[in-house]
């Protein structure tokens, strides 16, 4: 049996390890200047703590804004608690790490993209349709907005958009 090196999951690996890292250096020290973030996450995955009213109004996903208002933010080396504010009502949740679908950082045009083998599957099929897209297929694929699919907790919206790397673009 041949042996390969999965670069896909180690890049996921690493790149959950710097939001992490940030995740927890914002808890010890607070948000730096312009800083805030949009984090996308599958509320499927059965690590994934929520109120039952916001399970049911985004039953697959949902975009948390971690910007004005956040209380308690608890990260560990598997996920964060943070509480939020949904229109004066404070709500607290936890997130696993491997539950996170997209991580942006809007000040400075930062983001990254986690996707997973079917997603990979779905985009090459497209490519083998005669998809007309003038992206060059070595483009990390733009991000979608989902600010009017998903509630901010901040009740603000983002005018700016973000640069966003596709890690699974470039397996074979």
Do not use: C
Request: hydrophobic share 35%.
């Amino acid at each position: 049996m041949a042996r390969s090196i999965d670069y896909g999951n180690l890049m996921h690996r690493a790149m959950r390890k710097l939001i992490h890292d940030v995740l927890t250096d914002v808890a010890e020290n607070g948000l730096p200047g312009a800083h805030h973030f949009f984090i996308t996450f599958d509320t499927t995955h059965d690590q994934v703590e929520l109120a039952a009213w916001l399970r049911d109004r985004y039953p697959t996903e949902m975009t948390v804004v971690m910007q004005h208002w956040f209380e308690d933010l608890d990260v560990s080396e598997e996920g964060f608690a943070v509480t939020l504010n949904f229109g004066d009502s404070p709500e607290r949740m936890y997130i696993p790490l491997d539950a996170i679908l997209t991580f942006v950082d809007p000040s400075v045009e930062f983001g990254l993209r986690f996707e997973t083998q079917d997603q990979d599957d779905d985009e090459f099929d497209d490519e083998d349709e005669g998809d007309d897209d003038p992206t060059p297929p070595d483009s990390p694929p733009p991000l979608r907005d989902r600010s009017k699919a998903s509630e901010k907790s901040d009740g603000e919206g983002s005018s700016g958009d973000a640069e966003v790397v596709s890690l699974d673009a470039f397996r074979k």
